[in-house]
């Protein structure tokens, strides 16, 4: 059963910390999205890659958040140092082809940072 | 920009009542528009999908959505809720400009009452 596998699935932190989040997209999907779901902003696009390649981070604080494809069976979300106002839901999803017409979502990382 | 707007953050319907759930898209591009359904402490799932076919869309769990371009709209709709279609519903749209990325409404929470 193909799936989009993200860990951990719960995260505590206190402020100031390092946090990584992983995805393993499906196998022999080329897109991988990051998505933040908080109560008061929705689903908010962070980055997304094609072929490993980014092409749009817009959606990403700059300073403290990073994401990266080491290979295209991983995806990494960073957030250094975290904060507060970082704790949300954090979702990956693959897809497959340039137009993506069905999107997989994984789990979610729920990280709370105090 | 292409975005989505749901209209109504809570919609209660009674079992067996007509479920309608509403969507208004902009794109200056011809777009693909989706329905995704997240159950508590889960990721999303696709209900269905418009990527430029039949303008009636029919999806998983017996729902359908009905593209028009005049009035840009692509409403949800089942004629028959169940108390396990309770549920947070999210449409989402993507589009040549947007490098089919999707960009998500904020969400309707479906209540089914006995």
């Known amino acids: 059963d193909a799936r989009v596998t993200q860990t951990p699935r719960h995260k505590v932190t206190e402020m100031g910390q390092e946090v990584t989040m992983r995805c393993q997209p499906i196998l022999g999907h080329n897109t991988v999205f990051w998505y933040r779901q908080t109560m008061m902003q929705g689903l908010e696009l962070l980055a997304y890659?094609?072929?490993?390649?980014?092409?749009?981070d817009s959606g990403m604080p700059k300073d403290r958040f990073s994401a990266e494809m080491p290979d295209a069976t991983l995806a990494t979300l960073k957030i250094q140092p975290s904060e507060p106002r970082d704790s949300a839901v954090y979702f990956c999803a693959s897809g497959k082809g340039f137009a993506v017409t069905e999107a997989f979502f994984g789990q979610g990382t729920r990280l709370t940072v105090v | 920009a292409q975005s989505v707007t749901q209209l109504g953050s809570h919609v209660s319907v009674s079992e067996g009542a007509l479920v309608l759930l509403r969507c208004n898209y902009s794109s200056s591009v011809p777009p693909y528009l989706f329905w995704y359904v997240q159950y508590p402490n889960q990721g999303l799932q696709l209900l269905l999908k418009y990527t430029s076919a039949a303008t009636l869309v029919k999806g998983i769990n017996g729902f359908e959505a009905e593209f028009k371009k005049s009035e840009t709209s692509f409403h949800l709709t089942k004629p028959s809720a169940h108390m396990s279609d309770a549920a947070e519903y999210f449409c989402?749209?993507?589009?040549?400009?947007?490098?089919?990325?999707?960009?998500f409404g904020k969400g309707t929470s479906l209540l089914v009452t006995p």
């Open positions: 890659f094609r072929n490993r390649a980014p092409l749009d």
């Open positions: 989402a749209v993507s589009d040549q400009d947007s490098g089919y990325a999707l960009n």
